[in-house]
């Protein structure tokens, strides 16, 4: 199975900081890399596809960026609602495969 | 758009069967271009894909679970169906069922359902 690894593991920010959340692949993914955010006691929720790419109605502070194995989601001015716990997955090989997440903190 | 809705029993016996049904609604399963399945999360932990089948019958399982697990579907219902045999406290989880692009993105998700396995 391909691991994904996350960094940090928690993190703490203030309102209006810019956050990056780093992942990488134990191998190459090319660009089958997606990120989702999740909220206490709910489902996760999709906020980029395909490394760069917005999901429909999702606030445009957040972006995605890389390919191969290093890959990173930016939240550019946190809002109060950012803090919550992300996750990135693969999405190049089965089983599709999940980081350990990183929780955003106040 | 898509909304997926887990139900089944959040208590099952050490040995059981675990089963849970997921409604689709505000879409279809037999519309093609989707899979549709499971992610499972530990108390507490990360999120684990557990198997997926598209409206033909073609599924996909998670070695980890293979050997106990058979996901179905009932295009005439509009749902799909989760079945993991002899189920241990490890099982304990909360059971999501999503929907699979084939760009390989989990999206939509239901709401989530615990189920927990204890005498």
């Excluded at chain 1, 920010?13 to 990056?20: E, F, K, N, P």
């Excluded at chain 2, 689709?24 to 549709?36: L, T």
């Excluded at chain 2, 992610?39 to 997926?52: A, N, T, V």
Aim: proline residues 5%; aromatic residues 10%.
């Amino acid at each position: 199975d391909i691991q994904m690894t996350q960094s940090p593991s928690s993190l703490s920010a203030s309102v209006g900081d810019r956050v990056t959340i780093t992942c990488r692949a134990s191998q190459t993914i090319r660009s089958y890399l997606n990120w989702y955010q999740q909220q206490p006691g709910k489902a996760p929720k999709l906020l980029i596809y395909a490394a760069s790419s917005l999901q429909s109605g999702v606030p445009s502070r957040f972006s995605g960026s890389g390919s191969g194995t290093d890959f990173t989601l930016t939240i550019s001015s946190l809002q109060p609602e950012d803090f919550a716990t992300y996750y990135c997955q693969q999405g190049y090989t089965t089983p599709q495969t999940f980081g350990q997440g990183t929780k955003l903190e106040i | 758009q898509v909304q997926l809705q887990e139900s089944g029993p959040g208590l099952v016996k050490p040995s059981q069967t675990l089963s849970l049904t997921c409604t689709v609604s505000r879409g279809s399963i037999s519309s093609g271009g989707y899979y549709w399945g499971w992610i499972r999360q530990h108390p507490g932990k990360g999120l684990e894909c557990i198997g997926y089948i598209y409206n033909s019958g073609s599924t996909y399982y998670n070695p980890s679970l293979k050997s106990r697990l058979t996901i179905s579907v009932d295009t005439s219902e509009n749902q799909f169906s989760l079945r993991l045999k002899s189920v241990t406290a490890a099982d304990t989880a909360v059971y999501y069922c999503v929907r699979l692009s084939d760009t390989a993105e989990f999206d939509p998700w239901g709401q989530g359902t615990l189920v927990t396995v204890s005498s």
